[in-house]
């Protein structure tokens, strides 16, 4: 039944945000040309050429770790904290008063709902700073031993599944534990970043402190290899994740990595299904499944199976997906080309070794990269889709009988950042909790986030943690 | 007209329980397994369900789909004057609010029924003759519900004998509580059987009820009992209408048809004055029960002063300006 209410189109405007058809490197406090040849970034959901960005070199890449090393030792290491918490609270401001403007270039150039920038993304991006902003000055006081210093210059590489979100768990830290830093954000999404460095003149924040160099995998290992970095942070794919590991060993330099998941959401028979099937929903099919903690297995007592699945296929039928900047969309666009054809190629091996695909009727649009909402039935452990991380809006759905099931197949993956329990039993909460290796334990919610939390993973998902007073030992010297 | 209990009442003798529909029919065997079957439902997570409106809430509603749920707003309203001072001319200036909410507009959609005390549903009958809106009546020693069985039943009777062609009865929120869900089931039962042809709508007063397991616990059991309509308030107890329990009353009226096959209504009342609110309220109904549930025999709201804001903001979209309140009548 087609609906009698048909929401009217409600697109949020794109003239809050004016994007410059090239931008260049950000070294020093300054916006200077990249010596690499530029890249273009495009809108996933209609692949319009946004602008065209500048790829670093090497070359570039040691002019901004040498102006990092400057301030680092001239201005922000000397610095008195709590001045280093003023830019912080400054720039925090900003953020919500640019709010809406970063909502928009978000979901321009990332493909995400602009529901999801403006209300998760961006809220959140400012709450890291705000919380770190409060712990300049406090560190002494952090239970990380005595007299925690900075480490010096961080190189950071992050992902493009939410770009002004890493770059906030990144740079926050960073700088309130006095360090500076030279961050490459991902090459399908640096516009927000690069608008960040111009949040960060109009802070007044010293040259030097903030660098941020654009381009591909080759400026990444540029920062990662540098000789003068003292600490790395990456979040991305587990596979670029190891190389790092590999660049890094043997240096001095200290190494946080946040890679890939496969997170299990569990579904006890005595769940709030309602709830759980919206936990469900939102776990996997929010930012198109783009999240490395995403609920991609689903695992539901068999008791309870037929009507879980009943009740999540009726609600995925209500998802509406479509224009990122309309503000009743639900799933927005799949970020690249690239991730789209990873997408399809595990959905199609899902299929061919035996599992049921379902998905809702559903158009999609005709220019851009798209995927409708995907549920796997009939899954197995032993298929790809239970063990390979798709990143995409693809959910796999396996059955248990009891707890010691649940728990065994819900730790039977080479990752470990996530999970999600479902259950109206206190008690079965803490005990499932305490059996899952995974850094991040979800009870009766998923995908909730919080400054004062520490995040990471287990295993395949990496080590350090970010957020939370676990996160800033891993910018500190002698931090225990 | 009995306005004069009949003293034997209580005695007579007490008819078989009626079963509820397949596929629920030996739940209300026993006080045992009725209770086991509610308490069996499940759970309702608060925080989740918080979150889920106020995902919902974010729903942006503009020019076409406005001027739709405007009019649909309307269509569904049961305008109310449920006071201790209300006359019959205060029913009669309602009523012709009711048939013609915006005297400047012929546009402008009727509302579904206009919702008095019992003794007025004659005043609202007469005044409302021949134009298809209803006439609901609160019965059932509204809005308490304490009173006997007895003295309920007659309210009931009284109301349709009036000319009430719905009755809105309040369950006992006292057995509910103490958990004799039976007693709660058959009283609803005895009512829907006294009101004969009228619709009769069920308020939880979920304000009482407090918890939102409570509320599907509650709502399950009226429909069984086979209330036509599931109601949140009376109004007259605070919180009223609140969008986590209408979530949870449109989830059990859509599980309720996905069973059995019958469709339930339900009436959110008290505390929706604003056009925002309402139209927050159909974006309810239309993700979570489904768009078969967006028309006036399934959905209604209770309220009074919503209408004029409602009538105010249809006068914007069609003016492009907004008026003031002298540009809809006071009621």
């Known amino acids: ?480 | 007209m009995t306005h004069v209990l009949d003293p034997d009442a209580p005695a007579a003798a007490i008819p078989p329980r009626r079963e509820p529909l397949a596929p629920y029919r030996d739940v209300t065997r026993s006080d045992a397994a009725f209770r086991a079957f509610l308490h069996g439902l499940p759970g309702v997570d608060q925080v989740g369900a918080e979150s889920r409106v106020a995902v919902l809430g974010t729903r942006s509603i503009k020019t076409t789909a406005k001027a739709w749920a405007l009019d649909a707003a309307i269509s569904m309203v049961d305008l109310t004057t449920l006071e201790g001072s209300d006359t019959p001319g205060k029913v009669r200036s309602l009523a012709a609010k009711a048939r013609r909410p915006d005297p400047g507009d012929p546009s402008c959609p009727q509302v579904a029924a206009v919702c008095v005390y019992g003794d007025l549903a004659g005043v609202a009958r007469d005044a409302l003759q021949g134009t298809g809106i209803h006439v609901a009546a609160v019965a059932t020693a509204f809005p308490s519900g304490r009173a006997s069985r007895a003295v309920k039943l007659a309210d009931v009777r009284d109301a349709v004998a009036n000319g009430a062609d719905e009755i809105d009865m309040v369950i006992d929120r006292g057995a509910f509580l103490a958990g004799r869900y039976l007693d709660v089931y058959d009283e609803i039962v005895a009512v829907k059987d006294a009101c004969g042809d009228a619709h009769l709508k069920v308020i939880l007063e979920t304000g009482e009820l407090v918890t939102l397991d409570n509320v599907r616990r509650a709502s399950w059991l009226a429909m069984l009992a086979g209330g036509d309509f599931i109601k949140t308030s009376t109004g007259k107890v605070s919180p009223a209408a609140t969008l986590p329990v209408c979530l949870v009353m449109l989830e059990a009226v859509r599980d309720f048809r996905a069973a059995t096959g019958r469709q339930v209504g339900v009436k959110p009342a008290g505390g929706i004055r604003t056009t925002k609110d309402a139209i927050k309220h159909l974006v309810l109904v239309n993700e979570v029960a489904g768009p078969g549930w967006l028309s006036p025999d399934w959905f209604r709201f209770g309220a009074s002063s919503l209408l004029n804001d409602l009538l105010l903001q249809r006068q914007k979209l069609r003016t492009g300006h907004y008026s003031g309140p002298d540009h809809v009548s006071v009621d």
Not at chain 1, 268 to 292: K, L, R, T
Not at chain 1, 437 to 452: E, K, M
Request: hydrophobic share 40%; aromatic share 8%; net charge negative.
């Open chain 1, 1 to 480: 039944m087609t609906s009698l209410f048909e929401y009217a189109p409600a697109p949020e405007s794109r003239s809050i945000v004016d994007v410059a058809p090239s931008y260049g490197l950000f070294v020093d406090g300054e916006f200077v040309d990249g010596s690499g040849t530029p890249l273009k970034t495009v809108n996933p959901a209609t692949e319009e050429v946004l602008s065209e960005v500048a790829t670093a070199t090497d070359a570039d890449v040691d002019r901004a770790v040498r102006a990092a090393r400057r301030a680092f030792t001239r201005v922000w290491g000397p610095m008195r904290p709590a001045d280093r918490g003023k830019y912080l609270f400054r720039i925090a401001r900003l953020l919500q008063e640019r709010a809406r403007e970063f909502a928009v270039l978000e979901s321009l150039d990332n493909g995400k709902p602009i529901r999801e920038s403006r209300d998760v993304d961006v809220p959140l991006a400012a709450a890291h700073f705000f919380y770190h902003a409060g712990w300049a000055d406090k560190l002494d006081w952090a239970g990380l031993g005595p007299g925690p210093r900075p480490l010096g210059v961080a190189g950071q590489v992050i992902p493009w599944n939410f770009p002004l979100l890493m770059l906030a768990w990144k740079v926050a830290p960073a700088l309130a534990t006095g360090n500076t830093v030279v961050l490459k954000p991902a090459e399908t999404t640096p516009l927000t970043a690069l608008l960040f460095a111009e949040v960060c003149r109009q802070a007044d924040l010293p040259p030097g402190v903030v660098n941020i160099v654009t381009g591909a995998g080759d400026t990444g290992r540029a920062v990662v290899e540098h000789e003068d970095v003292d600490k790395v942070a990456f979040t991305g794919s587990t596979e670029v994740g190891r190389s790092i590991a590999r660049a890094v060993a043997g240096t001095r330099k200290k190494l946080t990595l946040e890679l890939g998941g496969k997170a299990a959401n569990i579904v006890f028979d005595d769940a709030p299904i309602d709830q759980a099937v919206e936990g469900v929903v939102q776990g996997i099919f929010s930012n198109q499944g783009h999240v490395c903690c995403a609920g991609s297995r689903l695992l539901v007592q068999e008791s309870v199976h037929d009507e879980v699945i009943a009740s999540l296929q009726r609600r995925i039928g209500t998802l509406r997906l479509g224009d990122p900047l309309d503000k009743n969309t639900d799933i927005g666009a799949i970020n690249s080309a690239e991730q789209l054809a990873r997408i399809r190629e595990l959905s199609d091996v899902g299929e061919a070794e035996g599992a049921s695909r379902w998905q809702p009727a559903c158009e999609l649009p005709e220019r851009g990269y798209w995927f409708p909402p995907t549920v796997f039935t009939d899954v197995s452990p032993a298929h790809r889709i239970a063990r390979d991380e798709v990143f995409g809006p693809v959910l796999s759905v396996l059955t248990f009988r009891t707890p010691d099931e649940a728990v065994a197949k819900a730790n039977n993956t080479t990752y470990g950042l996530s999970a999600g329990i479902w259950t109206e039993k206190g008690s079965r909460i803490l005990a499932i909790a305490d059996r899952l290796r995974a850094g991040v334990v979800w009870a009766n919610t998923f995908n909730q986030f919080d400054p004062t939390s520490p995040f990471g993973g287990y295993k395949q998902s990496g080590y350090g943690r970010e957020g939370g007073r676990h996160g800033l030992a891993a910018y500190l010297e002698g931090a225990r």
